[in-house]
C-alpha cells in the first residue's frame, strides 16, 4: 500500500511540473520596467520574497507600499502578465530572453533567469 502510494506521489508530481501553469511578467513604475519574473498563481502580484534592491526601487516610488500589501491595482506600480500558460522550462527561458533584452544592469533582478 505504501509503495502504491509512493508511485501515485510520483507520477502526479511528474505530471503537476509539466502543466501549463506558468507565465512571466514584469513589474514597472511610471512605464519603467524594473524586474521580470516567473511566476504561477499570484506570484506576480505579491510581495513576499524580494530581494533588497526590488524594495528600494519600490519604496523610492510607491512608499504606501507595506508588508501585507498585494499589488493588485496600485496607481504606481503596474503588473503585467507577458506570457501564460507556459511550461515551466518555457517560462524560466522566456523569463531569461526578457532579462537579456532588457539588461540585467536595468532591472532589480539579481541573476539573469534560471536555466
Known amino acids: 500500500m ?7 506521489c510520483l507520477v502526479y508530481g511528474a505530471v503537476y511540473k509539466h502543466e501549463r501553469r506558468f507565465y512571466v511578467y514584469v513589474h514597472s513604475i511610471r512605464g519603467t520596467v524594473f524586474y521580470v519574473g516567473k511566476g504561477s498563481k499570484d506570484r506576480a502580484w505579491s510581495i513576499s520574497n524580494r530581494n533588497k534592491l ?19 491595482n496600485h496607481y504606481k506600480l503596474k503588473v503585467t502578465i507577458v506570457r501564460k500558460n507556459l511550461l515551466e522550462q518555457q517560462a524560466y527561458d522566456h523569463e531569461r530572453r526578457l532579462i537579456e533584452e532588457y539588461g540585467i544592469k536595468n532591472l532589480t533582478n539579481l541573476q539573469r533567469g534560471r536555466k
Do not use: A, R, S, T
Request: hydrophobic content about 50%; overall charge negative; proline content about 8%.
Open 2 to 8: 505504501i509503495l502504491f502510494l509512493l508511485l501515485i
Open 54 to 72: 526590488w524594495w528600494y526601487v519600490v519604496n523610492q516610488e510607491c512608499p504606501d507600499i507595506g508588508p501585507y500589501h498585494k499589488l493588485y
